[in-house]
């Protein structure tokens, strides 16, 4: 079984410049998931989809982040304009629908702002 | 509200040493747990979970019992290797309308040979 796919592994960009992470989730699992881990901290969750609607975005900076999932496959998460403290790993995950069931993780994109 | 609290690390034991991690959590209902660990390099990866009160999980030698009474779901090992070098995440996923993962601080494990 494919594991879940993320692009780029890594982005160094210029403060105020805009970045966009894609995923690509497990096949048939609706729920994908949206982390930002910061170097030494547990992951802190951004914005979780159900198939392609919004569950949770409570803790997505709204201002300058945005996310969105097309037809309830692949995701894609920008942040325009990047502050320096966007710094971080970007993780996605994807589960099924149930209430036990695990999360799968993709490696991350580890994001630099200069 | 819901959280969790993960012992600090970071954590350096001998190989063959005994291992305990604490995590306590504070929940309104009853969440699942979750024990997910990193290795260097590598992309998180469940290690263990547990749903429901007493319940055990195991993996890899591992263990961690969900203790409703107590709110927490320590992790053990008997006799750690070199191998288990990692950082070590509790992730209780609460319920609610929105069941998500809450991951902890994360426990740096060093294992010297």
């Known amino acids: 079984e494919a594991g879940v796919a993320q692009s780029p592994r890594y982005k160094i960009i210029e403060k105020r410049q805009s970045v966009a992470f894609w995923c690509n989730p497990i096949s048939g699992h609706a729920t994908l998931y949206w982390y930002q881990q910061i170097l030494g901290q547990g992951p802190k969750l951004l914005i979780q989809?159900?198939?392609?609607?919004?569950?949770?975005d409570s803790q997505l900076p709204k201002d300058r982040f945005s996310a969105e999932r097309l037809k309830g496959v692949d995701s894609t998460l920008k942040i325009q304009p990047a502050k320096l403290e966007d710094s971080a790993v970007y993780l996605c995950?994807?589960?099924?629908?149930?209430?036990?069931?695990?999360?799968?993780f993709g490696q991350g994109t580890r994001l630099t702002v200069v | 509200g819901d959280s969790v609290t993960q012992m600090e690390g970071p954590v350096t034991l001998s190989e063959e040493a005994f291992l305990t991690i604490n995590c306590t959590y504070t929940?309104?209902?009853?969440?699942?747990l979750f024990w997910y660990v990193q290795y260097p390099g590598e992309g998180l990866q469940l290690l263990l979970k547990?749903?429901?009160?007493?319940d055990k999980g195991s993996n890899k030698g591992f263990e961690a019992t969900y203790r409703k009474e107590t709110t927490s779901f320590h992790l053990e090992k008997g006799s750690v290797q070199v191998s288990d070098s990692a950082v070590y995440f509790c992730?209780?996923?609460?319920?609610?309308?929105?069941?998500?993962?809450?991951f902890g601080s994360g426990t740096q494990l060093t294992v010297l040979p």
């Open positions: 547990a749903t429901k009160a007493d």
């Open positions: 995950a994807s589960s099924q629908t149930g209430r036990h069931t695990e999360a799968f």
């Open positions: 929940a309104t209902g009853y969440p699942s």
């Open positions: 992730a209780p996923m609460f319920s609610g309308s929105a069941r998500q993962l809450t």
């Open positions: 989809f159900q198939n392609n609607g919004v569950v949770d």
